[in-house]
């Protein structure tokens, strides 16, 4: 099964950017589609974004649209999450998740089966 391990996150001021990072073992990455989800304190699980195993399809929620990009390098075995003009309501436990289908219809829901553990994203001044 495959393995995913976050990291990149921290603590960074309002209007800030940092670039997350999920990389995964036990796998070809390039057969997964992988979303980045994200809980803050007290509120329930969100769908950020999600890319498809080749990479030419992405889909973002709302709240981050324009800011946020989701990319891949499937050599690398590695998505990255990069976030751009970050606000204090951005701050949660961000994960990321694979699983063979990519539908983009229902990929900002949970339903994957590989989680990985979480990096911390701060977001205060």
């Known amino acids: 099964q495959l393995q995913l391990v976050e990291s990149g996150g921290g603590l960074v001021q309002p209007g800030g950017s940092l670039r997350l990072s999920c990389a995964a073992s036990g796998g070809t990455l390039a057969s997964y589609a992988i979303g980045w989800f994200r809980r803050a304190p007290e509120k329930e699980r969100e769908g950020v974004s999600c890319?498809?195993?080749?990479?030419?399809?992405?889909v973002y929620a709302d709240s981050v649209k324009g800011r946020f990009t989701i990319s891949r390098d499937n050599a690398k075995n590695t998505v990255y999450l990069q976030m751009n003009s970050l606000k204090p309501e951005d701050t949660a436990l961000y994960y990321c998740?694979?699983?063979?289908?990519?539908?983009?219809?229902?990929?900002?829901?949970?339903?994957?089966?590989?989680w990985g553990q979480g990096t911390q994203v701060t977001v205060s001044s």
């Open positions: 890319i498809s195993g080749s990479g030419s399809s992405t």
């Open positions: 998740a694979a699983r063979l289908l990519w539908a983009p219809g229902s990929c900002l829901f949970p339903g994957y089966p590989s």
